[in-house]
């Protein structure tokens, strides 16, 4: 079965840009989680949907939203780029979140200059 | 609040060797811990996911075992090849607000030497 799909790979955008990154999780799957990976601060939450709601959200600034479509898939946008934005960004996709394992996508690479 | 600690933080051993990685955490009341590989500028691999009611998961070479009561995980790599060069990370859910967030540990980064 087809995996988790991130769009794009890489992405270079300047300070103050905003930006879009895409996740279509496994088919069935309907919960998708966001992690945020830089070499300082390592794996850290951003958000969770479930069924088109956010459940959970970690300790982000605002700018950082998502959203999840009636189809699973789901987006992620950070307006106002700051340098430190600059990182990994992965996407997980379970089946509801917690007992049954997470699977990720290959991630997109997000450059601020 | 969920810890995840990963010992060592890097290791380099010969082709052939057999190792152990190991990971602990602080709250035992966890649903499961999964076992992730991450090659460089790579997203995660799952190598083996482990339920609280088990104590072992086996696939190939590879074997996690479980002990919940003393927070730990190991993770045994058997005669190890220079394609297991990856950086391992070990996660467990933690509940929060109705939902789940994966805590992960820092990754050990293992360089398999030809």
């Known amino acids: 079965k087809a995996g988790v799909t991130q769009t794009p790979r890489y992405l270079i955008k300047t300070r103050g840009q905003q930006v879009t990154l895409s996740c279509s999780p496994i088919?069935?799957?309907?919960?998708v989680s966001w992690y945020q990976q830089t070499p300082g601060q390592g794996l850290q939450f951003l958000f969770e949907y479930f069924s088109e709601t956010q459940r959970n959200k970690g300790n982000f600034p605002g700018r950082f939203s998502g959203r999840q479509f009636s189809n699973s898939r789901s987006e992620m946008n950070v307006s106002t780029l700051e340098l430190g934005d600059s990182a990994l960004y992965l996407c997980?996709?379970?089946?509801?979140?917690?007992?049954?394992?997470?699977?990720f996508g290959s991630g997109t690479r997000l450059t601020v200059v | 609040k969920q810890e995840v600690t990963q010992i060592p933080a890097a290791l380099s051993v010969p082709e052939g060797e057999n190792l152990v990685l190991n990971c602990s955490f602080t709250d035992s009341a966890i649903y499961n811990l999964q076992w992730f590989r991450q090659d460089p500028g790579k997203g995660l691999t799952s190598l083996l996911l482990?339920?609280?009611?088990?104590r072992e998961q086996t696939s190939g070479r590879l074997n996690a075992s479980l002990d919940k009561s003393s927070g730990r995980s190991t993770l045994y790599i058997a005669a190890s090849q220079p394609g297991d060069s990856a950086t391992y990370l070990c996660?467990?859910?933690?509940?929060?607000?109705?939902?789940?967030?994966?805590?992960f540990g820092k990754g050990t980064k293992l360089s398999v030497i030809p």
């Open positions: 482990i339920q609280s009611s088990q």
């Open positions: 997980a996709s379970s089946w509801s979140g917690g007992a049954g394992g997470y699977t």
């Open positions: 996660a467990v859910p933690f509940s929060g607000a109705g939902s789940y967030q994966l805590t």
């Open positions: 088919s069935g799957h309907r919960s």
